[in-house]
C-alpha cells in the first residue's frame, strides 16, 4: 500500500554533502514517523535519523549536528541533508516509515551513499 522511493545518494568527497529524499506513495493514512537508516558492509542496519509526525527528530550520536532530517508533508517526503560527510558515513540509505495503527514498517530500496578521503 505504500511504496518508498529514494533519491539523492552518490559519491562524494569528504566533507562534502549530499541530501537524499524519500517519497512515500499509496495509501497512506497515519504516519508514525518516517526515518532514514543505513548499513555499511559488515555492520547491522542502524537508525540514522528519525522525524515524527509531529515534527520530534531523533538522530545517532555519528551523525548528530551534521546531519538533519526533515519532512514535507505536501510531498509526502523526508529529507535528509548529510553535511561534512566522513568516510565512515559509506553505506547504503535506507528510507522508513511506520505506520499507526498496525506498526507495519515500509522500507525504501536504499542509495547508495560514497564519502572518498
Known amino acids: 500500500q505504500v511504496q518508498l522511493v529514494e533519491s539523492g545518494g552518490g559519491l562524494v568527497q569528504a566533507g562534502g554533502s549530499l541530501r537524499l529524499s524519500c517519497a512515500a506513495s499509496g495509501t497512506i493514512f497515519n504516519i508514525n514517523s518516517m526515518g532514514w537508516y543505513r548499513q555499511a558492509p559488515g555492520k547491522q542496519r542502524e537508525l540514522v535519523a528519525v522525524?515524527?509526525?509531529?515534527?520530534?527528530?531523533n538522530y545517532a550520536d555519528s551523525v548528530k549536528d551534521r546531519f538533519t532530517i526533515s519532512k514535507d508533508n505536501t510531498k509526502n517526503t523526508v529529507y535528509l541533508q548529510m553535511n561534512s560527510l566522513k568516510p565512515k558515513d559509506t553505506a547504503v540509505y535506507y528510507c522508513n516509515a511506520e505506520l499507526l495503527p498496525t506498526g507495519y514498517h515500509y522500507w525504501g530500496q536504499g542509495t547508495q551513499v560514497t564519502v572518498s578521503s
Open positions: 522525524i515524527t509526525s509531529g515534527g520530534s527528530t
